[in-house]
């Protein structure tokens, strides 16, 4: 690996888009960049051009695009091998994903590769008084928080969980765009597509303004709260119990493990308000909680508290608001 250094990102995309938590992680690692002194780079990959220069408005002072039509979406060991490529040739002191299910797929297997350590799922990134980055982590139900380094190898590689810093505003572009255009052969995608269900594929609501949060109390019908989601302009999450069981796609989840959302109001129905959830929606505008238990631990997160069964009071809602 060579010494160049630098603080890296490797931006996540979707089709023509990015991931917003990769746009999160390069607006909080412009300020890590400049208290290390080093250079931000933001890699990318995928097929097309446009995106890449779009990517150049997030801070960065190089963007780094792999661009080849193979690369239309992610796939485990093209992707692997191609972002493993640039890292070896650029030497970054610290890579940075998002922990999304792709970005986690990478980060693993490029720590095995680059033979180099991973702090997985950071809720926050600290320089400390020997310039190393810390990444920290919430452990055991959230009760401590471990801070992370990796001194010894480089780059220290690191995922970050979606919404956990703010998104930045595009600025004009400052750094130069690289792009980088492999020759693959026409076999190198190393999956076979065998069907496609998009239940749940590209779904971000870490965006979503309005959140309808089922749980246990359910009883793994979502279809109502789909209705009332549709109602509101809003998107469905769920509790751990909830995706864990299969009645939601895990990307809905919201959490400690999920994601952490910022709506302007949550409605959470039929879930207790376990600590490793409600750190999911303490930073929602209004939250309404629906449970049966008056005793439940939900109402001491929410604004708005309903006590009885969800059932009825979701039906009758989505009657006065007019079915979607
Ligand atoms: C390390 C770790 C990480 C975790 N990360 C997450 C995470 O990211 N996200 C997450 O959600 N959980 C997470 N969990 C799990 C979490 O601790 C809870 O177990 C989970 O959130 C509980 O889900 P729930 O509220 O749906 O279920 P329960 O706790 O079983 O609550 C169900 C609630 O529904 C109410 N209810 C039942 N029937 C009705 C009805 N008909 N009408 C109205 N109310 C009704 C009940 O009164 C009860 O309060 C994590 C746990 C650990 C240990």
């Known amino acids: 690996m060579s010494a160049a250094g630098g603080v890296w990102v490797y931006a996540e995309r979707r089709g023509d888009a990015f991931r917003s938590v990769s746009l999160e992680i390069l607006g909080r690692a412009r300020e890590v960049a400049d208290t290390l002194g ?73 720590a095995v590769r680059l033979r180099t350590g991973l702090t997985a799922h950071v809720t926050s990134l600290e320089v400390d008084p020997q310039r ?8 055991f139900g959230g009760g401590i928080e471990a801070g992370i380094v990796c001194p010894d190898r480089k780059p220290s590689i690191i995922t970050v969980r979606p919404g956990v810093f703010p998104l930045p505003s595009p600025r004009p572009a400052r750094g130069e765009v690289r792009m980088v255009r492999p020759t693959l052969p026409a076999n190198a995608f190393g999956s076979h597509r065998v069907a496609f269900d998009p239940k749940g594929e590209g779904v971000d609501l870490t965006r979503s303004e309005v959140l309808v949060i089922g749980g246990r109390g359910t009883d793994g019908d979502f279809v109502p709260l789909q209705r009332l989601a549709q109602c509101l302009g809003g ?17 809905r989840m919201i959490g400690q493990t999920g994601v952490v959302t910022r709506p302007k109001v949550a409605v959470v129905l039929g879930a207790s308000g376990a600590v490793q959830f409600t750190v999911g929606i303490e930073k929602a505008g209004f939250v309404i909680a629906v449970n049966r238990d008056p005793d439940a631990p939900i109402f001491e997160s929410a604004d708005l508290g309903l006590v009885g069964d969800l059932a009825p009071i979701v039906d009758r809602v989505v009657k006065e608001l007019g079915e979607p």
């Open 235 to 251: 998107e469905v999450g769920a509790t751990r119990v909830a995706t864990d069981s299969g009645w939601v796609d895990r990307e």
């Open 38 to 110: 080093e250079r931000l780079v933001a890699l990318t990959a995928g097929s097309g051009e446009g995106p890449a220069r779009e990517l150049a408005r997030f801070g960065a002072d190089e963007v780094v695009a792999v661009d080849h039509p193979l690369l239309v979406r992610y796939d485990t060991h093209l992707y692997t091998s191609l972002v493993e490529r640039e890292v070896r040739a650029g030497g970054p002191s610290v890579l940075l994903l998002g922990a999304t299910r792709d970005g986690q797929d990478l980060a693993g297997r490029l």
């Open 132 to 139: 190393r980055l810390v990444g920290w982590v919430p452990g």
